[in-house]
C-alpha cells in the first residue's frame, strides 16, 4: 500500500520490514539465552542422550534442543507473513436536517435567515421549475434544511399537511422538486349529542372537529336555522369518515348519514352519489336537503334583533321599521351569499356601510349589510355559502352584527319564514331511487340503531333522575 493511500493514524509493515524487525529481537534474545544453552547441554550430556543413525542427525537434535533461539527464527521463518492491517479512522457525522415552523408574520427571507442561510438560497429555490410552491406557507407548517459539510444548502423539505411533504433537492442544474403524499386510513365513526346551548357546543362535547360540525349546519342550513331554531333538548346523530394515520386518528372525513330532531320534528340527510356524478345530501325519501336559500347566512350566532316592521332603531332612536334580521357576531364572522346569483351592487353608504347586494334570478333579492369588508365585486357570479363578506360595524350599528335582507318581487319577507313561499325542493328521479335505497341501506341501519341507542340512554338517565328527585 503506497503511503498517498494509507488511511491517517494507522501504521503498516511491509513483509521486509516484519523479518529486519524479528531478527533485531532475535538478536537480543541470543545475549539473554548464551548461558541458558551451556546449562542445557550439560544436562543433555549428563542424562545420556540415544544414539542416532548419523552423526548430522544428532548434531541437528543437540542444536535444536540447546538452541532456543535458533528454533524460534525456523519457527517465525516457517510462518507466512500476514498482510498488515490498517485502521480507518470513523467517518464524519453526516450533516442533519434543520427544522424550522412557520409563525405568523413569517416569510420566506426571515425562515432561512433563522436556518442560517441567504436570500441567494431564497432566490435560487423559488426561482427553480416548480419552486413557486414553496412561497406559499402558513403559520404551523415545517421546513427543514440540509446543509453540505461546507455548509452549502443542499436540500429543502416543505411540510405542508400530515399527508404531503415536497422536498427540493440542489443538483447541477439548480434545484428540482419531490413530492411525497401519504394515504390515511378511512374508519367509519358515529357520535350523538344533546343541544345544551348551542349546535356547536353540542358537537364538541360529542368530540366532532368544527369542520365536521360546520358541515352539518350546511347540510340542514336550507331547513333548519341554526342560528335561531335550536331549543335546549334537541339531540343529533351522525354517521362520518374519520382518517387515521399511524393508527392515530388525524382528521375527519365526510358526513354519511345524520339525523337532527328539532322541537320533536326529526330531518334525516343521506350522502348520495347519483348517476351523473353529483354529490348531494337526501331525506330517506329522496327528497334534496338543498334548498334555493339558507335559513341563516352565518353559523352559530345569537339574533339580536328578529324581523320587526315598527321597531326603534337603536343608533338614531326613531321609530323605523326593521325589513331584516340582526345576526350578532364578533368582527370577522365570515358572512355567505344565502343563494346562487349574481352581485349587483358592492359599496359603502354612510347608513349600511360596507354591503353587498345579491339578484338570485327574477324574483329574489338579498341584501347584506354594516360589513367590514367585502368579499364580492359588481358583477360576480356566487354559489350558495360562498363567502361575499365579514361582519362589521361599519354604518349606523351599535355593534358589530349583520344585517341581513330578503326581498321577493321587490317586497321585503322575513328570511327566516320565506321559505314557505319558495318552490319545493329537488327530488331523486323515480328511475334512481333503486340505486339510492341500496346505497344508504347500511348506513341508515347504523344511523337508526345509533338513535335507538341513544335515546334508551337518555330515556334511562331520566328515569334514574327521577327516582332521586
Known amino acids: 500500500m503506497s503511503s498517498t493511500n494509507r488511511p491517517r493514524g494507522a501504521t503498516a509493515l511491509r513483509p521486509e520490514q516484519t523479518r529486519t524487525a524479528i531478527a533485531a529481537q532475535l538478536t537480543q534474545l541470543r545475549g539473554h539465552v548464551a548461558a541458558g544453552a551451556v546449562l542445557a547441554l550439560g544436562v543433555a ?33 516457517a510462518q507466512p507473513v500476514a498482510e498488515p492491517v490498517t485502521i480507518a479512522e470513523p467517518a464524519p457525522p453526516a450533516p442533519e436536517w434543520v427544522e424550522e415552523t412557520v409563525r405568523s408574520g413569517d416569510n420566506l427571507s426571515l425562515i432561512f435567515k433563522r436556518a442560517g442561510y441567504t436570500t441567494r438560497d431564497v432566490y435560487e ?11 406559499r406557507i402558513y403559520p404551523g407548517q415545517t421546513i427543514a434544511f440540509h446543509g453540505d459539510e461546507d455548509g452549502t444548502l443542499s436540500a ?29 386510513e378511512v374508519r367509519r365513526g358515529s357520535a350523538s349529542g344533546v343541544i345544551t346551548s348551542s349546535l356547536y357546543m353540542a358537537g364538541k362535547e360529542a368530540g366532532l372537529s368544527t369542520t365536521t360540525i360546520m358541515d352539518m349546519a350546511n347540510i340542514f342550513g336550507g331547513v333548519i336555522d341554526f342560528v335561531g331554531d335550536p331549543r335546549k333538548g334537541d339531540t343529533m346523530e351522525l354517521v362520518f369518515e374519520q382518517e387515521f394515520l399511524d393508527g392515530k386518528r388525524f382528521a375527519d372525513g365526510a358526513i354519511l348519514a345524520a339525523s337532527y330532531t328539532n322541537r320533536g320534528k326529526t330531518f334525516t340527510a343521506f350522502r348520495y352519489t347519483d348517476s351523473n356524478g353529483d354529490v348531494g345530501y337526501y331525506s330517506e325519501d329522496g327528497i334534496s336537503l338543498r334548498r334555493a336559500f339558507l335559513l341563516a347566512p352565518v353559523d352559530f350566532t345569537r339574533i339580536s334583533s328578529n324581523f320587526n316592521p315598527r321597531r326603534l332603531h337603536p343608533v338614531l332612536g326613531t321609530l323605523r321599521p326593521h325589513r331584516g334580521t340582526d345576526y350578532a357576531a364578533p368582527t370577522g364572522t365570515p358572512v355567505y351569499a344565502a343563494g346562487d346569483g349574481r352581485v349587483v351592487k358592492s359599496g359603502y353608504s354612510s347608513a349600511n356601510g360596507n354591503y353587498v347586494f345579491i339578484r338570485h334570478g ?19 357570479k356566487v354559489t350558495q355559502g360562498q363567502v361575499i363578506g365579514n361582519v362589521g360595524a361599519t354604518g349606523l350599528a351599535s355593534g358589530p352584527h349583520l344585517h ?6 321587490g317586497v321585503h319577507r322575513d328570511p327566516r319564514t320565506v321559505h314557505k313561499f319558495l318552490p319545493k325542493a329537488k327530488a331523486l328521479p323515480d328511475t334512481e331511487m333503486p340505486a339510492f335505497r341500496s346505497a344508504i341501506a347500511d348506513t341508515a341501519v347504523q344511523l337508526a340503531q345509533l338513535r335507538e341507542r341513544e335515546e334508551a340512554t337518555r330515556m334511562a338517565m331520566a328515569e334514574h333522575q327521577d327516582g332521586h328527585g
Not at 47 to 64: F, K, N, Q, Y
Not at 156 to 171: C, D, F, M, Q, S
Open 45 to 77: 550430556l549428563a542424562i545420556g542422550l540415544r544414539p542416532a543413525p548419523s552423526g548430522s542427525d544428532v548434531h541437528t537434535s543437540i542444536d535444536e534442543l540447546t538452541n532456543p533461539v535458533a528454533q524460534a527464527t525456523a519457527l517465525v521463518e
Open 125 to 135: 429555490v423559488t426561482n427553480s421549475p416548480d419552486g413557486k410552491a414553496l412561497a
Open 156 to 184: 429543502i423539505r416543505h411540510v405542508k399537511n400530515a399527508l404531503e411533504t415536497i422536498t427540493y433537492y440542489r443538483g447541477e442544474d439548480g434545484f428540482s422538486s419531490e413530492v411525497s403524499t401519504r394515504t390515511p
Open 362 to 380: 327574477d324574483q329574489f333579492e338579498t341584501k347584506y349589510l354594516h360589513l367590514s369588508k367585502r368579499r364580492a365585486t359588481v358583477g360576480q
Open 404 to 409: 341581513y335582507e330578503f326581498l321577493m318581487n
